[in-house]
């Protein structure tokens, strides 16, 4: 290809770019910093370091909420800024084609967005097209979706979880539940104030879902963290243990394997037997969780596949999707529906 094409996936916390002229994917953290409510002072994983940290007159916000475009004055700032830099200083972003992953629940005017995002940033664009997010996803851990077999792909994102049966290159069936990694966050948030009196921040929050976040009891781990009392209103520190964090998180999870139980109680009886044999595929970055795998097996009988770098399984099946011809009808245009 002599032009750029660009496969972009705007998650709710990353966005995840793939550039075909670099073979790169770039993954940043999906927010953007306002100064003074006009000026754009940082974005991506530089803004993500001042959130919690800014003044008043700088506002942090994530334009993207439950997987749908929230802000799309934002977004688009955000969109021409990740592009550029996904270029490089010698790349050109104008005339290159674009492939938008969306989510495939969602309503028709949600992933119209998507396509009228690319087009509010004013781009050269030759080409726009968009991808159901669960057929990306499928191709990123390797799957071939064009075959007559099942597929099940459960993707746990920041704010939602998508759970699909794929076959023939399409969706079968697909629930998106808004439910993911934040919502552990906050539970461990309110948890850690209710038994120590303290009150951390979400960053703290994510790094104790990281470092002691399990699916299964008996880590047997402690973490120190500092926050606010709620009382003195001073600093002050506590240790947070695995039990405490096991507790808080296990009910949300047996809520993301219950919503698995009932796409596989749909799901037609020839699909379930191809599905018995390979298994679930569980993609995005709350997949990362300890014991997932383990605890999904052991409720639904089925074998559990966990690829390597989950979170970024969506843009490697949209390079793919760029990359090989067998899959480009898979992408679609959602103005007229014709295949890209």
Known sequence: ??????????????????????????????????????????????????????????????????????????????????????????????????????????????????????????????????????????????????????????????????????????????????????????????DVKKQYNLIIGIKTAENIKKELGSATPGLNKTITVVGRHVVTGLPAECTVSSDLVYESMIESIRTIIDSIKIILERTPPELASDIIDTGVFITGGSSNIRNLGELITRETDLKVNICENPSQSVARGLKEIIENPEYRDLAYSPKDKSYC
């Open 1 to 190: 290809m002599l032009h750029s094409v660009f496969g972009v996936d705007c998650g709710t916390s990353n966005i995840k770019i793939y550039n075909s002229s670099t073979k790169e994917i770039l993954d940043e953290k999906n927010i953007i910093a306002i100064k003074n409510k006009r000026e754009l002072f940082a974005f991506g994983d530089e803004a993500y370091d001042m959130y919690e940290k800014a003044p008043k007159n700088i506002a942090l916000s994530y334009p993207v909420k439950f997987g749908v475009i929230a802000d799309i004055k934002n977004m688009v700032a955000l969109t021409i800024s990740f592009l550029n830099r996904s270029a490089g200083k010698k790349g050109n972003v104008n005339n290159s084609d674009f492939y938008m992953a969306v989510p495939y629940d969602i309503t028709e005017v949600e992933k119209r967005a998507f396509y009228d995002l690319i087009k509010s940033t004013k781009l050269k664009s030759k080409k726009i097209c968009v991808v159901d997010k669960p057929v990306a996803d499928a191709i990123g851990v390797g799957v071939d979706v064009n075959k007559a077999r099942g597929i099940l792909v459960a993707n746990i994102g920041a704010d939602t979880t998508e759970i699909s049966v794929l076959s023939l290159g399409g969706i079968v069936l697909s629930k998106l539940i808004k439910f993911g990694g934040n919502r552990f966050e906050d539970i461990i948030i309110n």
